[in-house]
């Protein structure tokens, strides 16, 4: 029982990055039905930064203020560079060939995420990296008989607090509604006033910091990182954000936190070499008996 | 007192008993009964939410009815995917034309050819004499119905490039070569001009002269309903409210009151022919 | 007019052009430049097996790699453990990968365009996972599988060296390209492009639409296996490194870049593919940058490929059929 606990934090803290990375392709499919191939590449680009941040200037800040500013400012600066990073892709990238279909997008978006990731190695290096550890403090307690880091809880609490508020946004707020407008029907929404312009700055500002704050949390949690992981996770994102069902934020979320917790309890209970294997086949048959995904809406189609 | 319908000694081509569709908790065809001869003309006609494409979105398979069926020529079609139903024959046109776009206009009516054909991968790829035999047979009837709707200088050209008004009849074309028993076509008349839909009105009494057809059709056009129709039947709120012949509909107090709403002063219509 | 004579007539300029081309290339150069024509290949044949499925039927597959790889490692293991011959393992790999398509993908064929999409990564992914996992001992894990053997066209032919490889794979995709072309002017292949443009109005004009998709799948899968089966044997042993999700996105990338649905497209898509890393060896560092940006550029300017389809095009169909009897 205790295992099980644990193994549920620990999917929840890898479902939390999958969340973050989830509503960024989530938002931008929504609005412009493309998969934007480049947003794990935000992601580790977030990473990256945040990286050297840690290393250059984090070690003062530690000393004057503590270790998790640290942490904190390296969110702050990957962030913040992640969406002047996303609007600039979207400018060159995206926005010159969106209108002509959809297909030619995905293999921009390609081309975009093939630039970025070599960017990202030629600025960094092919070889691994390591977030220093001297920055960010083990610290182990028990909650309820359950062992837990206080960095799980920082993550958790942060993405939790993160994903609230831009649920908020969207659900609650006006300019929350003009997006989820957009993502319907783009052509009446503009013609019923809504700033297409100012909906496109706000998913690729977001969306890539979000994706950024992600990065930085697995550059901690995980210490490593390479050039190439954006992949992997941009993946596993991705398939949470279909598994909440296209264009659906909330869903997106959950999705995330959803598949966290069985690539956990699938790495625990089955096999950790087939984990990444029992994700997807939980995919493909969520797909194939609820094929809008777990939360999406069965809208007819008018024929 | 109405005349007795004509066509009813004819053989029934389409029934369809107590058809129900239902989506989520609307039902837009709620027990509909309906019934076509072979040999004429029948439009479905309604205000707009009616049901009317639902039902013909039915009757070519494209939904499955919750309740109720549909029987083509003695055959229990009900619930049949799309392709069976053309196999054996029903062809239909779409309300906002679903022509393929990027083909050529003897390629769209090529398609309609499919499933008169048969050649499988092995004959397709090796060019065996049957297939070539099909593919002739296919190329002929496609030019003959391309000449029949006036679109053979247009036959390379891209369907999305030709006028408005040759799309509608392209689509026409592509279902006539599916060698239908049942046209079913959805507002044929919608978005031409007085002109095009003259044109339409003779075209669809000369192909029932000459081919061993039956059309069924959804219409807002008055014109095109009262110049063409042999019977009516007219739907609101996905049930039958009233059928018979075109004149009597026209002036029939409860298709007046559907398209219209309820007139409290009950004043006689006067004036033109109305498009509602 | 003679049927040879009329195929002359009608046969565009760059087809025996390029024929010319592709006969004397391996004798003016050099071994190293004969493989990289090979893996030209080796991307023609895995376009054009892709360019069934995403451009003649419209459908998003971004796991292709998976048939490739299952051609490959069915030769690879087939030839290893039980010394059957390549040359008979090539249409067993292809029909192992036709199969695995036809079982896999008939429970999902009819999800919607972006769903198929993420379904087709999840399959490719799961297929290179497996062969990491090495289950039941068979694929060798990471490693991979060693020691294929070269295929006997006949006794005293053998193809093992790089021309002899070169060779071919250009007579396998020069066959298939003339099968594939007589399916474009077929109505299997207008069934497919019909259900490009429009699934619905596909079904209604009465073409089983969920037929001619599965039909897509199976035969773009059986193709790549053959791919699969050649590459084995050439490389002598595969590994799942060579079949990850950066392939299917290469294997998009060729027909898109190259035209959807055109097959001149897809072998100059291919070209560009497995050439550029070459031509710009010299800049090793920035050529992926430059590839990328490449990528981005052409679609602002030729989003519909290299060489677009042409439809209603008179050159090649005359190669392959009978002129309609009586112009219109």
């Known amino acids: 029982m205790q295992l099980l606990l644990e193994q549920l934090i620990n999917g929840l803290t890898i479902g939390s990055f999958y969340a973050l990375i989830a509503l960024g392709y989530s938002m931008v499919y929504g609005v412009l039905k493309l998969i934007n191939f480049a947003h794990g590449d935000f992601f580790t680009m977030g990473s990256y930064i945040g990286y050297t941040v840690l290393v250059l200037g984090a070690a003062a800040l530690t000393v004057q203020f503590g270790p998790w500013i640290g942490m904190l400012s390296a969110i702050c600066v990957a962030a913040g560079s992640l969406t002047i990073v996303g609007l600039l892709v979207e400018r060159v990238a995206y926005r010159p060939v969106y209108p002509v279909g959809r297909l030619p997008a995905v293999v921009s978006a390609l081309g975009a995420s093939i630039f970025l990731q070599n960017t990202i190695m030629l600025i960094w290096g092919p070889r691994y990296q390591a977030y220093p550890a001297a920055l960010i403090p083990v610290v182990r307690f028990q909650l309820g008989g359950i062992n837990i880091t206080l960095l799980q809880v920082i993550i958790l609490v942060l993405s939790f607090f993160l994903m609230s508020v831009l649920y908020y946004i969207i659900q609650r707020t006006t300019f929350g509604a003009a997006v989820r407008a957009t993502a319907h029907d783009r052509d009446t929404a503009s013609l019923m006033g809504i700033n297409f312009n100012r909906v496109i700055l706000f998913i690729f500002t977001l969306g890539p910091a979000l994706g950024a704050t992600a990065g930085v949390m697995v550059g901690m949690y995980y210490r490593q990182i390479s050039f190439t992981m954006g992949w992997n996770y941009g993946l596993k994102a991705f398939t949470a954000t279909i598994l909440g069902g296209i264009g659906n934020l909330p869903g997106a979320m959950f999705g995330g936190l959803i598949l966290g917790v069985l690539e956990m309890l699938g790495a625990a209970y089955i096999s950790a070499a087939w984990k990444d294997v029992f994700v997807f086949l939980i995919l493909i048959l969520v797909l194939i008996f609820r094929p809008n995904g777990l939360f999406g809406e069965k809208i007819a189609e008018k024929v | 007192m109405a005349l007795s319908r004509p066509y009813s000694d004819r053989e029934v081509v389409l029934e369809t008993k107590g058809l129900t569709k239902i989506f989520g908790g609307l039902k837009a065809v709620n027990d509909f009964d309906l019934v076509v001869h072979k040999g004429e003309i029948l439009s479905l006609i309604g205000p707009n939410g009616a049901g009317k494409t639902t039902v013909f979105n039915v009757v070519t398979g494209i939904y499955k009815p919750e309740h109720g069926g549909v029987i083509f020529r003695g055959t229990n079609i009900t619930g049949k995917k799309p392709h069976q139903i053309v196999s054996h024959g029903i062809a239909r046109t779409f309300q906002n034309i679903r022509l393929f776009q990027d083909m050529t206009c003897l390629e769209n009516i090529m398609a309609g050819q499919h499933c008169r054909a048969s050649s499988g991968l092995f004959s397709s790829v090796f060019r065996t004499p049957s297939m070539r035999r099909q593919e002739r047979r296919i190329a002929r009837v496609a030019q003959e119905r391309i000449k029949q709707v006036d679109l053979a200088q247009f036959k390379d050209e891209l369907a999305k490039n030709i006028a408005y008004g040759s799309q509608r009849m392209l689509e026409i074309a592509r279902a006539l070569a599916s060698e239908p028993q049942l046209l079913v076509l959805d507002e044929p008349s919608s978005g031409l001009n007085p002109k095009e839909t003259q044109d339409l009105m003779d075209f669809l009494k000369r192909l029932i002269l000459h081919e061993d057809l039956t059309i069924l059709l959804i219409e807002h056009d008055m014109n095109v309903v009262m110049g063409i129709s042999d019977w009516v039947v007219v739907m609101d709120e996905g049930k039958k409210i009233a059928q018979g012949l075109p004149l009597d509909i026209y002036n029939d107090e409860a298709v007046i009151e559907a398209y219209l709403g309820k007139d409290d002063e009950g004043e006689e219509r006067v004036g033109p022919v109305v498009h509602w | ?328």
């Not at chain 3, 292709?64 to 067993?92: E, K, M």
């Open chain 3, 1 to 328: 007019m003679s049927a040879l004579a009329k195929i002359f007539k009608n046969t565009p300029w760059y087809i025996p052009a390029a024929l010319t081309a592709l006969i004397i290339y391996p004798f003016l150069v050099s071994n190293y430049f004969i493989d990289i024509a090979f893996f030209f290949g080796i991307y023609a044949l895995l376009g054009l097996s892709l360019n069934i499925v995403l451009g003649e039927v419209g459908l998003f597959d971004l796991g292709h790699a998976g048939f490739y790889a299952i051609g490959a490692y069915v030769t690879a293991i087939l030839n290893t453990r039980y010394q059957i011959p390549i040359l008979a393992l090539l249409p067993i790999s292809a029909f192992a990968a036709a199969l695995f398509a036809y079982i896999v993908c008939s429970p999902i064929i009819h999800l919607k365009g972006d769903y198929l999409c993420i379904v087709t990564i999840g399959m490719g992914e799961i297929v290179r996972l497996a062969l990491i996992n090495n289950p039941f001992d068979l694929t060798g894990g990471p490693n991979g599988v060693f020691g294929v053997d070269f295929p006997k066209l006949a006794p005293g032919i053998v193809i093992d060296s790089s021309i002899k490889y070169y060779f071919l794979i250009w007579a396998v995709v020069g066959l298939s390209i003339l099968g594939l072309v007589s399916l474009q002017h077929s109505r299997i292949g207008r069934a497919w492009n019909c259900i490009r443009e429009d699934g619905i109005a596909a079904g209604t004009t009465g073409i089983n639409v969920r037929h001619y998709k599965l039909l897509a799948f199976v035969i773009g899968a059986g193709l790549a296996g053959v791919a699969g089966n050649i590459y084995a044997s050439k490389l002598m042993c595969v590994s799942p490194e060579s079949f990850t999700f950066w392939e299917s996105c290469l294997m998009f990338c060729i027909v898109l870049i190259g035209g959807m649905g055109s097959i001149p497209g897809v072998i100059i898509g291919a070209g560009f593919i497995s050439l550029f890393p070459e031509i710009f060896r010299p800049f090793a560092m920035y050529r992926m940058l430059v590839f990328g940006s490449v990528m981005i550029v052409m679609m602002m300017f030729r989003p519909g490929g290299f060489w677009p389809r042409k439809r209603g095009g008179v050159s090649f169909r005359s190669l392959l059929e009978d002129t309609v009897d009586g112009a219109v």
